[in-house]
């Protein structure tokens, strides 16, 4: 089994389309570990995506990420990261498969509805930051 961690943002959040999300997710074989409700601080928005500071999105990223709560959920099976993306779609949802999360609910490139760990690397270090 391999693991990856989902972020469901705000714009989901507020739509409250998680159990729509969660459906879809359990139905393509992943199975919830831990699941959380919280408000990320700027401080812990900055500090997850710090990768990003550098870049020009990074402000709007924070500001968008700590509008309202987001569902943190570790995930787990075959092959979790690549699969996980593949369900989610492209991060821009107008780019995003017909049949995707993103391409389905997404309402923009900012508020796409979903984060996914990109690498197995990095879904040990995102999960580290949330689940401890």
């Given at each position: 089994m391999n693991k990856t961690l989902m972020i469901m943002k705000p714009d989901a959040v507020k739509r409250q389309d998680f159990a729509y999300i969660l459906s879809r997710v359990k139905s393509?074989?992943?199975?919830v570990r831990q699941m959380r409700m919280l408000q990320l601080s700027d401080e812990k928005a900055k500090a997850f995506y710090e990768v990003h500071s550098e870049r020009p999105f990074y402000n709007d990223?924070?500001?968008f990420m700590t509008s309202g709560p987001v569902v943190v959920v570790w995930l787990e099976r075959e092959n979790a990261?690549?699969?996980?993306?593949?369900?989610?779609?492209?991060?821009?949802p107008a780019d995003a498969a017909v049949g995707t999360i993103r391409n389905?609910?997404?309402e923009s490139l900012?508020?796409?509805?979903?984060h996914g760990s990109d690498s197995d690397e990095n879904?040990?270090?995102?999960?580290?930051f949330f689940f401890g």
């Open positions: 393509a074989g992943f199975t990223l924070v500001k990261v690549d699969a996980f993306r593949e369900l989610i779609g492209a991060t821009n389905d609910i997404a900012e508020a796409n509805s979903t879904a040990e270090k995102e999960l580290n």
